[in-house]
């Protein structure tokens, strides 16, 4: 189980106001944009700023960052075996699989595997795509 890449997540009340500060301080663009369940999502450098009205981001507040992963499975049985609680099973979603856990400490992550393309466009943009 590897952890490919950790987003701290910012709250705010419009992505489009949000973005244009974290390109001036990130100098990057976003690498991730899309509409899920009620919030808009965007990633830009190692920020994840989730936008909408606040009783629909307060559906995704029991989380503090969300963590990409090469496999969901393993991190599942390492998570179960340190005695964290999935709170959210694996699900389908727009970007790959997701699920949500509470590790034993109390901490509450939101854990993501990718789909292919994102794989290959963010985490490994200069290795040719797999067949």
Do not use: C
């Not at 509409?35 to 700023?49: C, K, M, R, S, T």
């Not at 901490?107 to 490994?124: F, K, P, T």
């Amino acid at each position: 189980m590897t952890i490919l890449k950790t987003y701290a997540r910012l709250w705010v009340d419009d992505l489009d106001r949000a973005l244009p500060l974290l390109e001036r301080l990130t100098g990057e663009r976003p690498h991730l944009r899309l509409e899920f369940h009620g919030v808009g999502l965007g990633a830009i450098g190692d920020f994840l700023v989730i936008a909408g009205p606040a009783e629909e981001r307060a559906k995704y507040a029991h989380a503090s960052a969300t963590v990409v992963v090469q496999d969901l499975d393993a991190l599942q049985e390492t998570l179960e075996a340190a005695g964290a609680a999935i709170t959210t099973p694996a699900t389908e979603g727009p970007t790959g699989r997701f699920l949500y856990a509470r590790h034993a400490d109390g901490a509450g992550v939101e854990y993501v595997e990718w789909n292919a393309e994102l794989l290959s466009r963010i985490i490994h943009p200069s290795e040719p795509p797999a067949e």
